[in-house]
């Protein structure tokens, strides 16, 4: 069965394209123009994903996301935006989307994209088997992991970094993870794109430093150590110096 992709975009001829290449590509799109039509469609026919322009009338994407996240929608959120500094991305993360494409883009980034995102929630479709993924270590008992005064909850999806609750997005959740269970060991970009979103953005993207930035903040606690460190040139350690 095609995946449902619900688009929003005002701009009619970026809108257009994109729906026709969508569509060529093999997916069932519904098409609008603002942030209004966009809920009002997402309520009626739950896509399997939505491409969402962050700057629309009205309600524009980041207002769209907030409301699907507010009411406990989860589908993937992929978002469209010709801003391109470090904290209007985050403002898209922090809204609770799941990842975004800057303007200009390749159509294929694109694809390349909900691709990740339709594979990491299971709705994806394969023309063959995925490849498996790379074993994990065994679970502790009640799938709880801890390492330099972070634990995990695994199953429940909560983590905190000593008595303090952390609150992730679903992204930020499993890059931690990821961190938690190779503490000591420096991932590099490839593989830790590969894990999280199932797909390497090659080495002009800037996401995986966004999320890594973003979880940094979480995680930081006045007068204690760093955990997440980088080794420039090849990626990022989890670590208490």
């Not at 039509?37 to 907030?66: F, Y």
């Not at 952390?166 to 503490?183: A, I, S, Y």
């Not at 930035?213 to 989890?238: F, Q, S």
Request: glycine residues 8%; negative net charge; charged residues 30%.
């Amino acid at each position: 069965m095609p995946q449902n992709v619900l688009l929003a975009e005002d701009d009619r001829a970026i809108r257009h394209a994109l729906e026709r290449a969508l569509t060529l590509e093999g997916y069932q799109v519904t098409a609008v123009a603002d942030g209004v039509e966009a809920l009002a469609q997402a309520h009626r026919t739950p896509p399997d994903v939505l491409v969402l322009d962050v700057m629309m009338p009205g309600i524009d994407g980041l207002q769209v996301c907030r409301v699907l996240r507010a009411e406990g929608d989860r589908t993937p959120i992929l978002m469209l935006t010709a801003l391109v500094e470090t904290a209007d991305r985050i403002a898209g993360l922090d809204a609770g989307a799941d990842d975004y494409v800057v303007k200009p883009f390749d159509v294929e980034e694109v694809f390349a994209r909900l691709r990740a995102l339709l594979r990491r929630t299971g709705s994806g479709t394969f023309d063959e088997d995925p490849p498996a993924p790379a074993p994990r270590e065994p679970l502790a008992s009640g799938a709880q992991i801890s390492a330099a005064g972070l634990r995990m909850d695994v199953r429940a999806r909560r983590a905190w970094r000593g008595r303090r609750e952390l609150e992730l997005t679903r992204t930020e959740f499993e890059l931690l993870e990821l961190l938690v269970r190779n503490t000591g060991t420096v991932l590099d970009h490839s593989t830790i794109y590969d894990r999280i979103w199932g797909y390497d953005f090659g080495p002009g993207s800037k996401n995986l430093a966004v999320y890594v930035g973003y979880l940094r903040r979480k995680l930081d606690e006045p007068g204690a150590p760093a955990l997440i460190h980088t080794v420039r040139g090849v990626g990022y350690v989890l670590r208490e110096d």
